[in-house]
């Protein structure tokens, strides 16, 4: 049964943990090596949301600004507060495209949060205006688990998913057991198995679809106790497009259980 569900991230926030691992693809090749690879200046900066946040004291906001290019360096992006005794922000995850940031509220006022480049030359176009309140009581936490969450989080990462690859490229398939909090996804690419016979996918390529695919696992993994499954497990497996019943590839949790790169070695 799936356990209390965890409170802080909204949907739009949990698609950027995993796109981290996925970068925006056109299928399985070379497109994948160049987005990690290309590394640039920061060109522009935008939040998320442009909503203004309203905390009590003690109490934070996660969030996260949109970074062009979508691989950049750690220290690229800076967040700073007009005033930190009212809040104070800190980055968190760096994701393909974004940059995490946690603000939390330290005394009643308003603090402006911004977000720049470290060389200075580029910011956001306007800030994060943050109104802190006193304290209110805590409510008092429900022990009943959330009902409908796993069809939550198939649809979420499915969105993820339609959206970081060609669908005419790459098929997938995601489904969800509550009862051992299995979470599976099959991924296809019309020609990838012919392409392998033939050598004609490099070892850097292959290397970097395996660590990209093993990455993924974890960061959906992660993702389970917001939606109320804290045990949640991930299996991916890569089909083999030509015989959809053998794998090309497959990891759980991070750790590669069959990779067909070893097996031809």
């Known amino acids: 049964m799936p356990g209390p569900k965890k409170k802080g991230l909204k949907a739009w926030q949990i698609v950027l943990i995993v ?49 062009n290019p979508k691989q950049f360096k750690d220290g690229d992006v800076i967040f700073a507060s007009s005033d930190e005794s009212v809040a104070v922000v800190q980055p968190g995850t760096k994701t393909s495209g974004a940059l995490w940031y946690e603000i939390k509220a330290v005394g009643e006022e308003k603090a402006e949060i911004y977000a720049r480049s470290s060389d200075g030359k580029t910011e956001t176009a306007f800030p994060i205006i943050v109104t802190v309140i006193s304290n209110e009581p805590e409510p008092e936490p429900s022990t009943e688990p959330e009902i409908g969450s796993s069809a939550e989080f198939i649809q979420d990462i499915s969105q993820i998913l339609s959206e970081s690859f060609d669908p005419e490229l790459v098929k997938f398939d995601v489904s969800f057991d509550e009862t051992t909090s299995l979470m599976t996804i099959t991924m296809s690419e019309d020609g990838m198995a012919n392409r392998i016979v033939s050598d004609l996918v490099s070892e850097e390529e292959w290397t970097t679809i395996r660590d990209g695919m093993v990455d993924v696992s974890t960061s959906i993994q992660d993702l389970g106790p917001y939606y109320g499954f804290p045990d949640t497990s991930v299996q991916i497996s890569i089909l083999n497009d030509s015989q959809e019943d053998r794998v090309l590839f497959s990891v759980l949790d991070g750790t590669i259980l069959y990779d067909v790169m070893e097996e031809q070695e």
Not at 20 to 29: P, Y
Not at 46 to 67: A, N
């Open 19 to 67: 796109l981290g691992a996925l970068v925006v693809i056109g299928g399985f090749g070379t497109a994948i090596g160049e987005a990690f690879s290309n590394l640039s200046t920061i060109q522009s900066l935008s939040w998320q949301s442009s909503e203004d946040i309203s905390l009590e004291i003690g109490r934070t906001e996660k969030g996260w600004v949109k970074v």
